[in-house]
């Protein structure tokens, strides 16, 4: 069985390099490929309408529809771009929609994912945002609200969020301990994306594994037989 781990594309525009570029790998997958695990902020803003989906977003989804229709799985965690998914994806595609953290058994594994942005308990001020934005009144209001005004307010404060962005660096030191007590929740291994930093090390041999981003990185993992291994993808 193979199966294939994707994080932080963070996709606007269909011209832009970084979505061009997984269109071009999610063309390579068709058929060979098992399962395909989002684990958060694949889209630079996306908010879930009942019958509404954004063009921007529509080459993306028609290639997940493609692989879906190929006998693929999808599995797609929410992030902090990308929540509140809808019934697009349940009901068009038939995805597994996980809105924080679940443990899958796939291929003789039982797998914690999550998008990571609920590691560090100190980040208070950054949870209280998370609660916000995920508030049923909120949710309601952007249902009620014209879908381009939505589009333009969520990538307005999507492009203020890029601002105060500081450089990514090893996640470790706040990960670990985190990974540790999600493993000890009954998983033998686990991934999350959201640091924009790959890492791949163990806790007790218990593989834990960080993907890198979409943006500049190109980074995926692997789950093949067994086996993690993490990748850079090249066109």
């Known amino acids: ?3 294939i781990f994707i994080a932080d594309a963070h996709l606007r525009h269909p011209s832009d390099h970084n979505y061009r570029h997984l269109l071009d790998f999610l ?16 889209f630079e803003f996306w908010i879930g309408y009942q019958q509404v ?5 529509l080459p993306l989804l028609s290639r997940l529809q ?22 697009f994806f349940t009901r068009s595609l038939n995805c597994t929609v996980v809105p924080d953290q679940q443990i899958i058994d796939w291929d003789d594994k039982k797998i914690f994912i999550c998008h990571g942005d609920l590691a560090n308990p100190q980040a208070k001020g950054y ?15 952007a249902r009620v609200i014209p879908p381009d005004w939505t589009w333009r307010i969520g990538n307005f404060l999507c ?5 105060k962005t500081r450089k990514h660096q090893d996640p470790s030191p706040v990960l670990l301990p985190y990974a540790r007590t999600s493993l ?13 930093y790959p ?13 890198g981003d979409w943006i500049h990185q190109f980074s995926y993992l692997e789950l093949r037989d067994g086996t993690f291994d993490l990748k850079i993808f090249q066109a």
């Open 1 to 3: 069985m193979r199966a």
């Open 27 to 42: 063309d390579q997958q068709q058929g060979k490929v098992d399962a395909l695990f989002l684990l958060g902020d694949i």
């Open 53 to 57: 989906v954004f063009f921007e977003h």
């Open 66 to 87: 493609q692989l879906v229709n190929s006998g693929c799985r999808l599995f797609y965690v929410e992030g902090n771009h990308d929540f509140n998914l809808g019934d």
């Open 127 to 141: 949870r209280l945002l998370r609660a916000f934005w995920r508030n049923p009144l909120l949710k309601f209001a």
């Open 159 to 163: 492009d203020l969020s890029r601002k």
């Open 184 to 196: 000890a929740t009954g998983a033998d291994c686990f991934v999350c994306g959201h640091f924009h």
């Open 199 to 211: 890492l791949h090390t163990a806790i007790d041999e218990q593989p834990v594994i960080v993907l």
